[in-house]
């Protein structure tokens, strides 16, 4: 089940935390805004960390030796890692369909 829930579930973060990017980010960028997407992006990142380093995964718990018997989650939990560092909101406005 963590074979297809775990891909599922961290492709559901990225697009979370990427459509909160598009919602915070504006020209008139405050501290408040941009800390609130830091948060859940430091959020995303620390439970993919945890996945990698000591196989405890938010939703299902503890499962020793998963990376070891399968490395595709783990090189997938750190491609989502480092997609979650460009997830920041930043001063300009995206003028996407469902900011209109």
Do not use: Q
């Not at 490395?71 to 997830?87: N, R």
């Amino acid at each position: 089940m963590i074979l297809w829930a775990f891909p599922a579930f961290s492709i559901l973060g990225l697009l979370f935390a990427y459509s909160i990017k598009v919602i915070l980010s504006s020209k008139t960028l405050g501290y408040t805004k941009f800390y609130l997407g830091f948060a859940i992006n430091i959020f995303f990142m620390v439970t993919l960390l945890e996945a990698v380093k000591f196989d405890n995964y938010i939703y299902f718990g503890s499962c020793p030796e998963l990376i070891d018997t399968y490395p595709s989650i783990g090189w997938f939990a750190l491609v989502c890692f480092f997609l979650h560092t460009l997830a920041l909101p930043v001063k300009n406005d995206f003028n996407w369909w469902w900011k209109r």
